[in-house]
Nanobody
């Protein structure tokens, strides 16, 4: 298990940008595959982006070309740079971590991931 704390959410107008951060702590953090997920009101949680141990990335089609997932140099901080935001991006954004590569690569929502508490992103038109 790892402990995850997100930050960086806020309110922006459509077309704006935000950068989310996720601080990870615990044993062997560098061994965990990590990703960003989001849940809009009344909708199911969905995968947004994930990053592998080798730095390979995967994105949901809805955010490709607009969002970029990355890790800090110390590998214990996860980022999500979000550009050209749209009101459809409004959601609670969660950081997640797991040792199973295939779950993160496929952006599968799995209740037994290590989850952060979430950070709210609101995009107004």
């Amino acid at each position: 298990q790892v402990q995850l704390v997100e930050s960086g959410g806020g309110s922006v107008q459509a077309g704006g940008s935000l950068r989310l951060s996720c601080a990870a702590s615990g044993d062997n953090v560098s061994r965990f595959y990590m990703g960003w997920f989001r849940q809009a009101p009344g909708k199911e949680r969905e995968g947004v982006a994930s990053i592998g141990l080798d730095g390979s990335t995967n994105y949901a089609d809805s955010v490709k070309g607009r969002f970029t997932i990355s890790k800090g140099n110390a590998k214990n901080t996860l980022y999500l740079q979000m550009n050209n935001l749209d009101p459809e991006d409004t959601a609670m954004y969660y950081c997640a971590a797991d040792l199973r590569r295939w779950l993160m690569v496929s952006l599968t929502v799995y209740e037994h991931f290590s989850w952060g508490q979430g950070t709210q992103v609101t995009v107004s038109s």
